[in-house]
């Protein structure tokens, strides 16, 4: 395996899984930061499928935001303890072993969401009915669209590695998986205990400068949950928000508007009154 040649690989699918899940999933979809034509966000969030059902999702992140880090909170570490914030709650599962089973499992942990995730933490669904009025999410969000779906997100890539680089290739393949999972998976439990909070905050969400880097943006989350409806995260000097920056370039060539930032934002953003910001 040429390290090199694999690097490239693998930073590839970090930025695309950022992409789909920070960009499609969480700031277009679930918070309507921005729009984007309807071919661009679908096929972000046909990328960012790992991460769950686009119902399924929005709903219960939706649902988070209502009751961040109170007993009705779905996974608040404060409440409920690390390891179930992680992955428990996916699995409905308090057991340390088996969180960090599932965890750890790359390829194999998308197999086993290809089964149970359209099943699973389907109670806030009724707060999607926007993302459930899409006929394309609908779909995606049914058992077997979205079986198939994650059974070609785990082989496309898999197939990639084994055809360029071998065996080495599939074990660095699953490594980068696991540790993008964890990466994500982070931003609800490390996320809600370690960093610095906000003035005046009342839930435990942090802003980290190493959660914002290695989650290209998201780890900014007290400012995220100040102001949820916002598209930009990083919203200080230094608080490099690499999910901003494709907004921005987004805007630039035409394809995102009705940008939502805070107004001390907009003042002081430098867009040269490029995005429509409310």
């Not at 695309?16 to 972000?44: C, D, F, Q």
């Not at 993008?180 to 969400?205: E, W």
């Amino acid at each position: 395996m040429h390290p090199g040649s694999f690097a490239l690989f693998a930073l590839a699918y970090y930025q695309l899984a950022g992409l789909g899940i920070n960009l499609g999933y969480h700031r277009v979809l679930s918070h309507r930061s921005l729009s984007v034509p309807s071919w661009l966000e679908r096929t972000l969030v046909t990328i960012g499928l790992p991460a769950g059902t686009p119902i399924q999702w929005a709903g219960n992140h939706r649902y988070h935001h209502r009751h961040a880090d109170t007993e009705l909170d779905p996974h608040s570490p404060l409440y409920r303890g690390f390891w179930y914030a992680h992955v428990g709650w996916y699995l409905g599962s308090r057991s340390v072993t088996l969180s960090l089973l599932y965890a750890f499992a790359g390829p194999v942990r998308m197999l086993i969401d290809a089964w149970m995730r359209p099943r699973t933490n389907q109670e806030h669904n009724a707060l999607a009915p926007d993302v459930a009025a899409d006929r394309w999410y609908a779909w995606l969000s049914r058992p077997w669209p979205y079986a198939a779906a994650m059974h070609l997100h785990a082989l496309i890539p898999a197939c990639i590695a084994w055809r360029c680089w071998g065996g080495a290739g599939l074990v660095g393949w699953w490594i980068v998986l696991a540790t993008l999972y964890n990466l994500a998976d982070a931003i609800d439990s490390v996320s809600h205990l370690y960093g610095r909070i906000l003035h005046g905050q009342r839930d435990g969400s942090r802003n980290g400068w190493i959660m914002g880097l290695l989650t290209l943006g998201e780890g900014w989350h007290a400012n995220h949950h100040r102001f949820p409806w916002s598209a930009r995260h990083g919203l200080k000097p230094g608080q490099w928000d690499w999910t901003w920056q494709i907004i921005r370039v987004l805007v630039a060539v035409g394809l995102a508007r009705d940008i939502r930032l805070p107004q001390d934002v907009t003042e002081h953003a430098g867009h040269q009154g490029a995005p429509s910001c409310t």
